[in-house]
Antibody, heavy 122, light 109 residues
């Protein structure tokens, strides 16, 4: 079945970096993109960025530019999201979600990973 | 950046009643709007995409409408499992940029 499986929980100190993985299976990886969305405790959903499964192109939300990097390993159908210079307000559940590869249609983010909890605390 | 405003923030209804949730965009998004349901401890679940298309496996009691700046999610007759948080999501530009609404909590009255 189509699924996205994310790496396990992380605990980091302020100023550190974290790298979360998202492994796709059950579909043709290069035909879709992967988005990263986070949710702080008790808060809403926040889009972080988009990564093409076809060629690894990325587009980041302005808020995270300079601090986030999304990379793709096509050999393993895995996308990574690295966030550096962590602060306490980066404490959140981080989700990957499958999305569109092209701009001529809108299918929504239709498949989601299970979420990865990142806790930033001294 | 396009801002999505959802209303109401909280909606209190009883099972069997009709729910109407609103999402308003600060500028036109065409039909590039989706709706999600989220329950505690779970990932969001896609309900509606392209403003009015039901996602795979979504019951017919869920429907979406609207275009441009004003969108509505309607649940025709609430089931107990429908009480949850609901978010709208728009896509603009290419490469894409997305924004979520702040959410509507649908609670049992």
């Amino acid at each position: 079945q189509v699924q996205l499986v994310q790496s396990g929980p992380e605990v980091k100190k302020p100023g550190a970096s974290v790298k979360v993985s998202c492994k796709a299976s059950g579909y043709t990886f290069i035909n879709y993109a992967i988005n990263w969305v986070r949710q702080a405790p008790g808060q809403g959903l926040e889009w972080m960025g988009w990564s093409s499964g076809f060629n690894g192109d990325t587009n980041y939300a302005q808020k995270f530019q300079g601090r986030v990097t999304m990379t793709t390993d096509a050999s393993t159908n895995t996308v990574y999201m690295a966030l550096r210079d962590l602060r306490s307000d980066d404490t959140a559940v981080y989700y990957c979600a499958r999305g569109e590869l092209d701009d001529y249609y809108y299918s929504g983010m239709d498949v989601w990973g299970q979420g990865t909890t990142v806790t930033v605390s001294s | 950046e396009i801002v999505l405003a959802q209303s109401p923030a909280t909606l209190s209804l009883s099972p069997g009643e009709r729910a109407t949730l609103s999402c308003r965009a600060s500028q036109s998004v065409g039909s590039y709007l989706a709706w999600y349901q989220q329950k505690p401890g779970q990932a969001p679940r896609l309900l509606i995409y392209e403003a009015s298309s039901r996602a795979t496996g979504i019951p017919a009691r869920f429907s979406g409408s609207g275009s441009g700046t004003d969108f509505t999610l309607t649940i025709s007759s609430l089931e107990p499992e429908d009480f949850a948080l609901y978010y709208c999501l728009q896509r603009s530009n290419w490469p894409p940029e997305y924004t979520f609404g702040q959410g509507t909590k649908l609670e049992i009255k």
